[in-house]
């Protein structure tokens, strides 16, 4: 087997599978290391297997509101080994194809684990045996983990990280998430519709602190009203670990503590990069925390050498480091209308109950700029196709620049708001102005009118509120 | 030559598939020669000139204006005076598309049914038939086109009217108009779309009582419109200008009626009908699909193989190679590429980087081998900058990406554009000017091995440069046996223009570059 080739990806994750296959398609001979999963977190332990989870807690709550559509449900019962088997399942099919389009498109898989031994050259071990290889070009997609506190290390089986989190044996009766970004709210959001009693804790004054701030009040308001306790700046102190159960001790800023005493803790207060043995020390490679310093086309200050995805910094999205690992293979192999990619401009999705979904600033962010926007709102209280599904809890909120019309920000909370982000994300990305989306026509009746009535309500002329 | 020769569609491209006549440049019964322009031709892309690559008369117009017709599909007959209509006929009735040529790059013509000559543009490695940035002497190119002679008498009443900048007409009749000073807004477009033609032109001078001189030979132009022909700085939205692209509408002729000011895409239809084209289809047309289907079958690597063969057997056949070759010590400059390579992230300098670098500057001191032959005109094109071809191999075949003016470059800089250069060969992405021209190549073996080779001289360049691996060997020095870290290089030279001598002294130069690399920063 070959030793050499153009391209080298390490990393078989959403950044690093398709950065291969760009590789390969534009005729570079590529391979990909991979220590473990081809797919990566994203498809074995990320986005895919908790959509299958999260589904299961969607089918409970329609279950819960069959009668309000005319059905009678006798007893339900629930057995939770299944629903995790699906979930499974899912990702081993995904995976499965992966290794089916590295296959197709001529990539060479390389079982083991990479450490950069110089440039342009890499060690790759497969337990004890240690081949080199060489590459003018080698891509690290080495994704990240979950980001541990001093004290309050995951153990596996009272303190969980997202990987136990997706495979639990038995429902826990309690339930306490520290941490409040998208895994820590869908996880809340999931247990609590499974009937575990949940609590969770946000250092920061507001949850899914990156979200607009009136979409997080919205979701704290639904999260409390469904029996989710809710602390936000607070921060967990400590822990005690029991036999079956965890007393979590929490401190608030204003001073104030409490205990509390859960059966399972889950810790999702961040992630940081994997940049621990791959020989970026002995490059010099620099990096930014625990990530890789990268320039707009994930160059590294090392020759030949780039970063794209989680490792090369947030946001920790599976869309972003796909992205990016097209970005990146497109520049190194000279394609000609290749653009940078705009961390600015990347889609953020949270599959809570209800979902949240956002493109560019916040409108905090955008009046912090310095900008002078005008916002619209529109309820979906006021849309039709809400009604009728029954599920009419939600806005869309839009954040336009007031002199130029771009669309800055889209935030969006309700049913099937992620399937609907991306029309405001081309609009963004072909810089649509508020009166080119007034001029769009869309279709009725759909929950994205409510998209077309948050743009005219910017411009004060939404119509049906 | 063949007393009969098909004039048929060029392929311009590796994705061209078919071509559509816009206009004969050229009469039944004109005679033709090597390089005059003979049509005008749009594919999906350009709009381009086809030149002749045969000369004789032109007897027959197979294609008509308007037609699409696939690559190496038949357009005109050129044949002498002494053949009949009937043998005329019958090369056409038993006229066969060349699948051969249809899929690789190739130029106008084919003789008789037979095998297309070896192409001239090309993608490979021999395609080298720039004109010298330094050209001592010009080459032997086809001789210009005569112009019209004599004085033309236009009718006043033809020179007055409206910005005539929006009138559709072909890039070569808007040039006769300008140079008569007709406007085009009298003239009445008989061409394709209603486009108006040179003959519309010349019709409409005659017609209004004047007169023009004999014409000669269509002058070749360039391809030149009333309107600033870069577009780019026209604001206007993605779809109007990816719209005026495929229907060679040029923005600045378009109104802006969008939103902020932009051309949007009803401007755009607006401009194109104006200038007589039919609406915008709804659905891509056919050749627009065709186009952007990927390729299946790799049969344009054949074409790149053919084109290697060729131009290889003919270098090989027609240029009196000798070799010199000289071992190289190595470790001087190994030691100085460690420094380097230690001493910033940001540079990975290889050997072959210093070996290029190392030549480039032993070509500014040896100019007599920094040349092109050109045999046609047996002029020597003395080049003063290095401009290094370096050869990649990519797959079926090789290309040849060009460092230019490496002598001017430090070793950082060569080594970051030939790793980019390398990369992008394989990935196809090289414009024609990074891998057409060159004053030298380098051709490098070392990474599989390779102790010793000779290599096939590049033609029109004079020599090439043979470079194998480093490895430790058992040196004599001083009576002493040590061990050195070396290699072998050869030097295949073209005898009619660089003498055993000057190639050997050629070495030298280069070896004591590489062996006090120092001498390199000097």
Known sequence: MSTSFDVIVVGGGPGGYVAAIRAAQLGLSTALVEKQHLGGICLNWGCIPTKALLKGAEVAHTLAHAADFGFTTGDISFDLKRLVKHSRDVSGRLAGGVGYLMKKNGITVVDGVARLAGKGRLSVDNDGRTVEYRADHIILATGARPRALPGIEPDGDRVWTYFEAMVPDALPQSLLVIGSGAIGVEFSSLYNDLGVEVTLVEVLDQIMPVEDAEVSAFVRQLFERRGIRVRTSTRVTAIDRHADSVTCHLEGADGSTESITVERVILSAGIRGNIENIGLEELGVETAGSFIRTDAWCRTNVAGLYAIGDVSGPPCLAHKASHEGVVCVEKLAGVADVRPLDRERVPGCTYCRPQVASVGMTEAQARAAGRSVNVGRFNLQANGKALAIGDATGFVKTVFDAASGELLGAHMVGPEMTEQIQGFGLAQSLEATDSDLAHTVFAHPTLSEAMHEAVLDALGRAIHQ | ?522
């Open chain 2, 1 to 522: 030559m063949a007393r009969i020769q098909a004039i048929t569609v060029p392929k311009w491209g590796l994705t061209m598939t078919e071509g559509t006549v816009s206009e004969w440049l050229v009469d039944e019964g004109d005679t033709i020669n090597i390089g005059d322009p003979i049509m005008d031709m749009e594919t999906s892309k350009i709009v381009n000139v086809v030149e002749s690559i045969v000369a004789g008369t032109l007897r027959r117009k197979v294609a008509q204006p308007g037609d699409v017709l696939p690559v190496a599909a038949l357009m005109g007959v050129v044949a002498e005076a002494d053949v009949t209509d009937a043998e005329i006929d019958e090369f056409i009735d038993t006229f066969v598309i060349d699948e051969s040529v249809s899929g690789a790059p190739t130029g106008a013509a084919a003789e008789g049914a037979a095998p297309a000559a070896p192409p001239e543009p090309t993608p490979a490695t021999a395609a080298v038939h720039e004109p010298a940035p330094t050209a001592a002497t010009p080459a032997a190119a086809p001789a210009p086109a005569p112009a019209r002679t004599g004085t033309p008498s236009v009718p006043e009443a033809l020179k007055s009217g409206d910005d005539d900048s929006a009138v559709h007409a072909t890039v070569h009749a808007r040039k006769l108009a300008a140079t008569l000073g007709v406007n085009l807004n009298n003239v009445s477009g008989t061409g394709r779309n209603g486009r108006v033609s040179v003959a519309d032109v010349e019709e409409a001078v005659t017609g209004a009582g004047g007169s023009l001189p004999a014409r000669g030979p269509v002058e070749r132009v360039p391809e030149v419109d009333a309107v600033p022909a870069d577009d780019s700085g026209v604001a206007a939205t993605s779809v109007a200008r990816r719209l005026a692209k495929s229907l060679g509408v040029n923005l600045h002729s378009c109104r802006a009626t969008g939103r902020h000011g932009k051309v949007c895409k009803y401007d755009v239809e607006a401009a194109h009908a104006l200038q007589g084209g039919a609406p915008a289809p709804a659905a891509p047309t056919p050749e627009l699909a065709a186009e952007t289907a990927p390729e299946v079958e790799a049969v344009p690597m054949s074409g790149m193989r053919r084109t290697i063969a060729g131009r290889l057997q003919a270098s090989k056949q027609t240029i009196p190679h000798y070799r010199v070759s000289m071992d190289i010590k190595l470790d001087a400059l190994l030691a100085l590429r460690k420094q380097v390579n230690d001493g910033d992230p940001g540079v990975n300098v290889s050997v072959n980087d210093c070996v290029v670098k190392a030549v480039a500057m032993a070509l500014v001191k040896m100019p007599e081998v920094n040349v092109q032959f050109d045999e046609a005109s047996q002029t020597i094109r003395r080049f003063r900058d290095a401009d290094i071809s370096v050869a990649v191999a990519i797959d079926d075949g090789l290309i040849t990406p060009i460092v230019k003016a490496a002598n001017s470059k430090t070793l950082t800089e060569i080594s970051a554009e030939v790793r980019e250069l390398a990369t992008r060969a394989k990935a196809g992405t090289l414009k024609a000017e990074e891998f057409q021209g060159g004053s030298f190549s380098i051709s490098n073996l070392g990474m599989f091995g390779v102790r010793q080779f000779d290599a096939i001289i590049n033609p029109p360049q004079a020599a090439i440069l043979a470079v194998a691996g480093g490895e430790q060997r058992p040196v004599v020095e001083n009576g002493e046996l040590t061990v050195a870290t070396a290699m072998t290089v050869s030097l295949s030279s073209d005898h009619r223009v660089i003498d055993g001598a000057v190639a050997a002294q050629f070495l030298q130069v280069v070896k004591r570059f590489m062996e006090t690399p120092s001498l390199m920063l000097a």
